[in-house]
């Protein structure tokens, strides 16, 4: 927001700046608008008739030292060129007067530091000419272009005022925006009643127009999400029965099956299986994103999951001849639901082990770090598979994304496993990175804040 704010004030000062460059590269110029004329031919005739009296009595002297000063000078001439009371002492005054006299009109002449003008002044039946010498070189002097202390302060107050004015509903917006696009639908610009009579927000104009559709449009995703999530709890739901019918269905048709009809029964099965697997981790991570925190937590070890888990995914990973490495820290406890956060390790665990080559290599490290003053437990999952293209990294922690083209699947999964964990790790507060390693492979890091208890 201070960008913001610091544009807007160095935009109209900038501005301001250049309108008054503008008027002082000529500075004289604005002598021969019309709304100057009449005031200043009315100075020139009013003072001139001051010197013809003094001239026609003999008290130019007097009267010079009256209306001349350092830097400024009125005097008279006759219409043939001759000074009669007062001298302004520059160059080229003659021919200014001749020229007046000839043309019976006010006449100018600008030099680089001062301005010469000559006007016709009849008086008591003779013709004088007047000729006054000033010395503003700029018209920021001349018109007081050049604002004052009072002026400079009270522009800086509203020119602020005004910044901040466009700034602050900015700021609110980008706020929620951040906010939405970390998974908080239920975020909105929200406004008090003394902003709200500030920046008009009861009435029509474009702000509030804008915080207005800002949030209508977080209205509607939030219940476009809350009504996809509830379709595919439901439909999960609804799938369970006729699932669990089709078990039973399978196990009494299995007596009475041919040898060549078993075989379609195991694939029968076998997909049955899946779809079941497939509706389970859809109901996890629908439970997952209806929650916020975790109400009932105790103190859980990270590292006594992981011991847990390693011979279910020690036996999966003979399979394909993987072998599965560690490092524990005994150390590592965090506060939080032991099965969701089991969940989400055992489900990087197995995206490993599907995923690496034959013979590959898999380590599950658990750490207790301290970082900034704060004290996190880790989980980290290693792999030396084929690793996932780096546009795609964020990617892969959205639910049914699956980067096809990264990977040499060998079991077709569903893209909801690094969802899980992703929420998981977000209702504990904590946080989930993926990268790719430098010597091959992907690494996916999961990190808690640590609990001092022990378990």
Same mark, same amino acid.
């Given at each position: 927001?201070?960008?913001?704010?610091?544009?807007?004030?160095?935009?109209?000062?900038?501005?301001?700046?250049? *309108?008054?460059?503008?008027?002082?590269?000529?500075?004289?110029?604005?002598?021969?608008?019309?709304?100057? @004329?009449? $005031?200043?031919?009315?100075?020139?005739?009013?003072?001139?008739?001051?010197?013809?009296?003094?001239?026609?009595?003999?008290?130019? /002297?007097?009267?010079?030292?009256?209306?001349?000063?350092?830097?400024? /000078?009125?005097?008279? $001439? /006759? @219409?043939?060129?001759?000074?009669?009371?007062?001298?302004?002492?520059?160059?080229?005054? &003659?021919?200014?007067?001749?020229?007046?006299?000839?043309?019976?009109?006010?006449?100018?002449?600008?030099?680089?530091?001062?301005?010469?003008?000559?006007?016709?002044?009849?008086?008591?039946?003779?013709?004088?000419?007047?000729?006054?010498?000033?010395?503003?070189?700029?018209?920021?002097?001349?018109?007081?272009?050049?604002?004052?202390?009072? @002026?400079?302060?009270?522009?800086?107050?509203?020119?602020?005022?005004?910044?901040?004015?466009?700034?602050?509903?900015? %700021?609110?917006?980008?706020?929620?925006?951040?906010?939405?696009?970390?998974?908080?639908?239920?975020?909105?610009?929200?406004? +008090?009643?003394?902003?709200?009579?500030?920046?008009?927000?009861?009435?029509?104009?474009?702000?509030?127009?804008?915080?207005?559709?800002?949030?209508?449009?977080?209205? %509607?995703?939030?219940?476009?999400?809350?009504?996809?999530?509830?379709?595919?709890?439901?439909?999960?739901?609804?799938?369970?029965?006729?699932?669990?019918?089709?078990?039973?269905?399978?196990?009494?048709? =299995?007596?009475?099956?041919?040898?060549?009809?078993?075989?379609?029964?195991?694939?029968?099965?076998?997909?049955?299986? =899946?779809?079941?697997?497939?509706?389970?981790?859809?109901?996890?991570?629908?439970?997952?994103?209806?929650?916020?925190?975790?109400?009932?937590?105790?103190?859980?070890?990270?590292?006594?999951? *992981?011991?847990?888990?390693?011979?279910?995914?020690?036996?999966?990973?003979?399979?394909?001849?993987?072998?599965?490495?560690?490092?524990?820290?005994?150390?590592?406890?965090?506060?939080?639901?032991?099965?969701?956060?089991?969940?989400?390790?055992?489900?990087?665990? =197995?995206?490993?082990?599907?995923?690496?080559? &034959?013979?590959?290599?898999?380590? *599950?490290?658990?750490?207790?770090?301290?970082?900034?003053?704060?004290?996190?437990?880790?989980? %980290?999952?290693?792999?030396?598979?084929? +690793?996932?293209?780096?546009? &795609?990294?964020?990617?892969?922690?959205?639910?049914?994304?699956?980067?096809?083209?990264?990977?040499?699947?060998?079991?077709?999964?569903? +893209?909801?496993?690094?969802?899980? $964990?992703?929420?998981?790790?977000?209702?504990?507060?904590?946080?989930?990175?993926?990268?790719?390693?430098?010597?091959?492979?992907?690494?996916?890091?999961? %990190?808690?804040?640590?609990?001092? &208890?022990?378990?």
């Amino acid at each position: 927001m201070f960008r913001l704010v610091l544009k807007i004030f160095l935009a109209y000062w900038i501005a301001a700046g250049v *309108v008054i460059f503008v008027l002082a590269i000529e500075p004289h110029r604005p002598l021969h608008h019309p709304e100057l @004329t009449d $005031a200043l031919d009315s100075s020139l005739a009013m003072n001139g008739r001051l010197l013809v009296d003094a001239y026609e009595t003999g008290r130019c /002297s007097q009267v010079e030292d009256i209306l001349d000063t350092k830097t400024d /000078s009125l005097a008279i $001439a /006759s @219409t043939d060129g001759k000074l009669l009371c007062g001298d302004p002492g520059v160059f080229g005054e &003659e021919s200014l007067i001749l020229a007046s006299a000839k043309s019976g009109k006010r006449m100018t002449m600008d030099h680089a530091f001062y301005q010469l003008i000559a006007a016709p002044l009849p008086d008591h039946g003779k013709s004088y000419i007047v000729v006054l010498k000033n010395s503003y070189s700029s018209a920021l002097q001349m018109y007081g272009l050049l604002p004052g202390y009072t @002026t400079i302060s009270v522009s800086c107050v509203v020119t602020l005022f005004l910044a901040f004015l466009v700034a602050l509903p900015i %700021r609110r917006l980008r706020k929620a925006a951040r906010e939405i696009a970390t998974g908080k639908l239920e975020a909105r610009v929200h406004w +008090g009643k003394v902003s709200q009579r500030v920046y008009g927000f009861k009435g029509r104009d474009d702000i509030a127009k804008l915080v207005q559709d800002f949030n209508h449009m977080a209205e %509607r995703l939030q219940a476009l999400a809350e009504s996809q999530r509830l379709l595919l709890r439901d439909v999960s739901h609804e799938l369970r029965s006729p699932l669990a019918r089709l078990h039973v269905g399978l196990r009494l048709a =299995r007596p009475e099956a041919s040898p060549a009809m078993r075989v379609h029964l195991d694939r029968i099965e076998s997909e049955t299986q =899946r779809l079941n697997d497939l509706i389970g981790q859809i109901l996890s991570l629908s439970y997952l994103e209806s929650i916020q925190e975790i109400e009932v937590q105790r103190a859980v070890s990270l590292s006594e999951i *992981v011991v847990d888990l390693l011979p279910d995914v020690q036996y999966e990973a003979a399979q394909t001849a993987c072998s599965i490495t560690t490092r524990i820290d005994p150390d590592c406890n965090v506060r939080g639901d032991a099965e969701l956060l089991r969940a989400a390790v055992e489900n990087i665990v =197995r995206n490993a082990v599907r995923y690496v080559p &034959e013979a590959g290599v898999i380590h *599950v490290e658990t750490r207790s770090i301290e970082k900034d003053g704060k004290h996190l437990s880790i989980v %980290r999952i290693s792999d030396n598979g084929p +690793g996932i293209p780096e546009d &795609e990294l964020k990617s892969v922690l959205e639910p049914f994304y699956r980067a096809d083209k990264s990977r040499q699947w060998k079991q077709a999964g569903f +893209g909801i496993g690094l969802a899980i $964990a992703n929420r998981a790790a977000s209702v504990h507060g904590g946080t989930i990175s993926i990268r790719n390693r430098q010597e091959g492979g992907l690494m996916v890091e999961m %990190r808690f804040p640590s609990c001092l &208890e022990s378990v």
